[in-house]
């Protein structure tokens, strides 16, 4: 929403998506998405997104699953341990090959336009 900081969308987003809190631990990653890259090129060529991803908690994940608004294409949300994200469509993949021992690895904070 204009005039809201990261922070305060990443907690809305978590609250009314997932029906959870969060607290945020820091910065994981900051990825660009260029449409004309990546497999949806015939819907997104002249799409351009900045993505910035966070490092959290949540507060409680018995209220997962409690959130009342989705975005307009979402279709649904999976809780997914890291040992099994080599199993799923995930975006972006190269995310994947960061993942040691239970742990999200990443060598630097600017990804780029990696699929």
């Known amino acids: 929403m204009h005039g809201e900081t990261l922070a305060s969308a990443v907690r809305r987003e978590c609250r009314e998506e997932l029906g959870i809190e969060i607290n945020i631990e820091g910065l994981a990653y900051v ?3 260029i449409g004309a890259n990546h497999g949806y090129a ?16 949540v507060v409680d994940v018995s ?3 409690a959130g009342r608004g989705q975005d307009n294409r979402q279709v649904g949300y999976a809780w997914v341990p890291l040992t099994e ?3 799923f469509r ?5 995310l994947k090959s960061y993942v040691k021992d239970g742990q999200i690895v990443i060598p630097s904070p ?3 336009d990696n699929h």
């Open 85 to 87: 994200l080599e199993k």
């Open 63 to 65: 209220k997962l699953g």
């Open 90 to 94: 995930f975006s972006p993949s190269i």
């Open 31 to 33: 990825r660009e998405y």
């Open 42 to 57: 015939h819907r997104h060529r002249d799409f351009h997104q900045v993505e910035a991803v966070f490092h959290c908690t």
């Open 110 to 112: 600017y990804l780029g």
